[in-house]
């Protein structure tokens, strides 16, 4: 298993136009280890707010770095 720490901020307003409105389906960070990470919408649904995605989260993988779960820690 792998895990990834990301820190995600999207505002409302870009939540709306990016992923709402044009559809696009992923989200492409950066980890703190310095690696990409391309990562599913659906996955951070959950996580949305009034203020849009922000925090720290936990991203883990199996070891074909499939994902398992994502957990918001701060």
């Keep these: ?4 720490y990301l820190n995600l901020y999207m505002s409302a307003v ?4 990016n ?3 044009s ?3 992923d989200v492409v ?3 703190e280890n310095g690696m990409r990470i391309q990562l599913a919408m659906r996955h951070l649904v959950p ?4 203020n849009g995605i922000r925090g720290r989260f ?8 499939k994902f398992i ?6």
């Excluded at 298993?1 to 990834?4: A, C, D, W």
Aim: proline content about 0%; cysteine-free; aromatic content about 12%.
């Design 1 to 4: 298993m792998h895990e990834y």
């Design 14 to 17: 870009d939540v709306e136009r």
């Design 19 to 21: 992923f709402y409105s």
């Design 23 to 25: 559809g696009l389906r």
């Design 29 to 31: 960070t950066t980890a």
């Design 47 to 50: 996580f949305i707010t009034h």
């Design 58 to 65: 936990r991203l883990r993988t199996d070891a074909n770095h």
């Design 69 to 74: 779960s994502l957990e918001k820690i701060a």
